[in-house]
């Protein structure tokens, strides 16, 4: 996994299998970088808090796992309290192509509806 910037995204992107992938960077379950993870296959693991994305479609694969850790925190305190009410969001993905050993990223501005003009990087 590599991680870039464009601007104001945060791309990982991932090799699978001579495949490749991007998709936000950004946990979105605490916000830590995903690219300092784990990747097995096509799923990779924060390192924050082990919540788990399927790469290939930025879907959620596992919810924050840290046992007992969790429960006590949100039970106990204030930070807690609040910290409970976090879910933990799906990721946007990009359209990926190889051209003459160079990846490209289709990233689209987030307020665009509908087929726009993209920016390759």
Known sequence: MIRFEVGENEILIANIDGSIYAMND??????????????????VECPLHK?????????????????????????TTHMGKIAGGI????????????????????ILPECCVGPQASQTT
């Open 51 to 75: 919540v788990r994305y399927d790469v290939t479609t930025g879907k959620v694969n596992r919810e924050p796992k840290i046992p007992g850790f969790e429960e006590v925190f949100i039970e």
């Open 26 to 43: 950004r946990c979105g379950h605490m916000n830590a970088s995903l690219c300092k993870g784990r990747l097995v296959a096509n799923i």
């Open 87 to 106: 879910r933990t969001l799906d990721l946007n993905i990009y359209n990926t192509r190889v051209e003459n050993g160079v990846i490209q990223v289709e």
